[in-house]
């Protein structure tokens, strides 16, 4: 062989063997990820985030939550009459042991629950701070839908006793499940069993910081909130030396100055103020005034407490943020808290670790696809398909013939 053909293979044979050894490295790195962590979409890879370095605006998946760190996704931060930019009340609370919690789940919170494609096998745990619809109604819509897409467990709802056991977060579940019979009826069978039941943990409200929940090294607490009738309720999650506060509905109240203390990420209503709410439903300045700082918490009210607590950020929320409202309700709280302030509007993320707490916004997509469920959902037992009466099937039209049913796997 010439000398030129020898140094032609030796190149050709380095090169490969370069490209043999990358191979042989990539190959097993490949094998140990996770095949689709956390419902990622296909052609993405999720990244570790290396010394606090966040990317600008937080895509659903596609960061590894730290074992250490907490990340707070408000899911609605508006008020009952929702918009689609600012629906009604709920956070999602996701730890760095892998475990999620709901806080609320105010009517129109689902879309964007869902535009995060959560593993919602692992999305059973609800927490009620009350029982206003702007707090509670889309539970049944979550209920099922995520019945729909991944969960094949019971749901557990967290809520308080009422002054009247009919007032209370059992009564509200079981009224729930009378009025979605039909619905639960249709779905059961066809979809996995256990995931068609709600399991009720009805607390008193007027417990003082007692534990509401306690597993996996994460305990959760709950006090009284003053809120129109007895009843409501605030949260405190504590894990991994951190502290995140759910304030739900309330007036200034002790218990909440008392028991939020040392909380990393204290939140807490900061709801209109009485001229911007007058002008915002058209009300009278009496009603405004009583609902504002009666009801609810006014931002220089809210300033004040954030200003006895001190939390590592106050994250105020329960308001629909345009221009105006929003310089009505930061004048408010900065005449009476000067501290490190976040005003949350739906998908506001908080990340949080013993260092660093990062507020970013949430891009997401408007019309995004349910998230893949896992092999355990599609194994999980269902009792059996169900047929309406011969009188109904009788009226299906002979013009039409469906195609032959695959075989069941
Ligand atoms: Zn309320
Ligand atoms: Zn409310």
Redesign the pocket.
Known sequence: MSGIIKSRIRTLLTKYSVFLVALLMVAPLAQAQPANPDNMPLGRQAVEIVDGKYPATYFPNTEILGADEMRITALGTGMPNQTRAAVSISYLVELGNGDKFLFDTGSGMLANLFSLRPDFSKLDKVFAS?L?V??VGDFMALHIASWLSGRYTPIHLYGPTGSKPELGTKAFVEGMQKGYAWDIATRSGALPDAGGLIKVHEFDYLQENVIVYQENGVTIRSWPAI??LDG?VSFGLEWNGLKYVFG??TYPNNWYIEYAKNADVASHEAFLPPKALAAYFGWSMAQATYVSTRIHTEPQAFGKVMSQIKPRLAVGYHSVQSPENNAAIMDGVRKTYDGPLALARDLTVINVTKDIIRVRMATVDEYVLPPNVTKAYLDAPRSDDKSPSKIILDGKWKGYTPPPMPKKQ
């Open positions: 009350h206003h702007d707090h809120h129109s409501a739900g509905d």
